[in-house]
């Protein structure tokens, strides 16, 4: 067993075997199976090549045979900075088929984030693909040497086919099969180890609640490394109903509406603001993109009046996806009605996803009332990788892992998250929610999207600045405009923005996600500016 991981008790373990949710099998036994039968067709492909089922394994199996040639050993594990791209999937695959295991790096990782990837998991392999270093990092590459002197560093261009057959190691679907990289916009990325029995569980439930099937062609347009795109259902998802995944460069139209003509593409997952960048584009870009039958949103909130957007852009094939790298997902099940899909994130994968929503003093709160979300489940983790502190405080004593997210449940037992713990204000004393006033601004008809975050004042504790964007073709607002306008909706006083702040656009996470550290430092940056 991988040290540093928390594995759930035998008794569990053992409850979630019976119920048929972990199937004894490992990720690369489990894709070699489902390709059978399905050798000839169309597994996986990018604006460069295509490859068969046949070929996809053959592919792997060689470069399991290179990896090993360079020293790459089973229960080893190894860091993969891959862009997006068919290569991804040979690579993933490849050390699937070694036993290594991957800690999956977004591809807009840097030096930061890459060397405490490696000194966490004491990872000997560093594998990466010269793509990801072209928007100026060039020394990305020596500064991770310079901080690890041993690090073997692997460019997958470089790789010569493999000669010699490797071993065939037996590793155990209860032990760790990957590792991800947490989502989080505070400190520096946590990793979490997903077994093979949990994130195979978690892939098929996906693809089933999806209603994946051979014939289907899903998109990955986000970062492959994140576990939306991996595996919800993304690409294992795919592979395991002998659907065929496409690799878009980036989320960009340009790169990605080419390819869903092209491939008649079905099915892809994207983050709010890029499915209305693609909203706007379709109107005026040429591609055909009526082969999609359900685009996923979700990796942050879809404000409900977004949502509208949306549908009337795409037509009823929206969904809500509120999910986690650490396992929990939620969605609205296909052909739900559009008031579902305009305001809430869904149901549960799993009637064995045990979830609570607790007040500041860890109890229960009423059915219906906003609280943090608790969870544990067949595929949820119990332990963060090597990271006690963190561990007491993101895990309960009997297994929870703590979202950090406030949630509440409608009666008819949908979730809608209603912000982060932390996506709070706390001005005077009072508790003002950013998602309520975000809400709020959107419907303002020069703003096209706002983000509301709390700043420092040494007066008030905290204050309330409102970023936002306006609306192609629209007049600018400021201060007092917006103040007018929220109190005129009926907004409290006391929750109307102290500053706001007009932006072309947000900056983002790794991810594609509002990224509200980084709006606080832009804060700080031009508050002496501007006042
Ligand atoms: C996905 O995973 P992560 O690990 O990058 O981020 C998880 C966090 C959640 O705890 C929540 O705070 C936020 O992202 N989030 C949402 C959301 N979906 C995720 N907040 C509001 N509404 C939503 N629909 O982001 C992820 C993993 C698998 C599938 C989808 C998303």
């Excluded at 892992?401 to 037992?413: E, K």
């Amino acid at each position: 067993m991988l040290e540093g991981f928390t594995p759930w008790s035998q008794k569990i373990s053992n409850s979630y075997k019976q119920k048929g949710y972990w199937l004894e099998e490992t990720i690369y036994g489990f894709l070699q199976k489902a390709a059978r039968g399905h050798r000839e067709k169309t597994a996986v492909a990018d604006s460069f090549r295509e490859l068969t089922y046949a070929e996809l394994e053959c592919e792997a199996e060689s470069m399991a045979a290179s990896f090993f040639e360079k020293g790459v050993r089973s229960g080893q594990t190894v860091v993969m900075h891959l862009s997006n791209s068919v290569t991804f999937a040979i690579a993933f695959l490849g050390l699937q088929r070694l036993g290594a295991i991957p800690v999956l790096a977004l591809s807009s990782h840097r030096e930061r984030e890459i060397l405490h990837f490696c000194r966490i998991s004491q990872a000997s392999f560093y594998i990466l693909s010269r793509d990801v270093r072209t928007d100026g990092c060039s020394s990305m590459v020596s500064a991770i040497l310079e901080g690890m002197p041993g690090l073997e560093v692997i460019y997958v261009e470089d790789m010569k086919r493999g000669s010699v057959s490797c071993p065939r190691p037996n590793p155990d679907p209860s032990d760790v099969a990957l590792l991800l990289t947490s989502g989080g916009t505070t400190g520096l990325p946590k990793l979490i180890p997903r077994t093979h029995n949990d994130y195979l569980c978690f892939a098929r439930e996906s693809a089933r609640s999806v209603r994946l099937s051979k014939d289907d062609v899903y998109l990955v347009a986000l970062p492959a490394a994140h576990n939306f795109p991996l595996a919800s259902p993304g690409i294992l998802g795919a592979l395991a109903s002998a659907a065929t995944v496409v690799f878009s460069k980036s989320v960009a139209p340009d790169d990605a509406f080419e390819l869903i003509q092209k491939y008649r593409v079905t099915v892809t997952s994207l983050v709010p603001a890029v499915a209305r960048l693609w909203a706007d584009a379709k109107d005026w870009m040429p591609e055909d993109l009526s082969s999609l039958r359900l685009i996923q949103v979700g990796g942050s909130r879809l404000m409900p009046e977004h949502s509208r957007q949306l549908r009337s852009a795409f037509g009823s094939i929206v969904q809500q996806v509120y999910g986690m790298a650490e396992g929990l997902m939620h969605l609205t099940e296909i052909g739900a009605p559009d008031e579902v899909v305009d305001n809430t994130q869904g149901r549960s994968l799993s009637v064995d996803d045990e979830t609570r929503v607790v007040g500041d003093d860890g109890r229960d709160v009423p059915v219906g009332s906003v609280g943090q979300l608790l969870v544990r489940g067949p595929y949820t983790v119990r332990g963060y990788f090597r990271a006690p502190e963190q561990n007491k405080r993101s895990f309960t004593g009997d297994g929870f892992y703590c979202t950090g997210d406030l949630v509440r449940f409608t009666p008819d037992g949908y979730i809608v998250v209603e912000g982060r713990v932390k996506d709070q204000i706390n001005r005077a004393g009072e508790s003002v929610s950013a998602v309520e006033i975000e809400e709020l601004l959107i419907t303002h008809s020069s703003i096209e999207d706002a983000a509301v975050i709390a700043v420092p004042d040494e007066m008030l504790d905290e204050r309330i600045c409102a970023f936002v964007i306006i609306a192609d073709g629209y007049d600018p607002v400021d201060r007092l405009e917006i103040r007018h306008f929220l109190i005129s909706e009926g907004l409290a006083s006391f929750k109307v923005p102290d500053d706001v702040r007009v932006l072309k656009r947000f900056p983002a996470t790794a991810a594609g996600k509002t990224d509200k550290k980084a709006l606080l430092d832009i804060y700080e940056k031009t508050k002496n500016a501007v006042e």
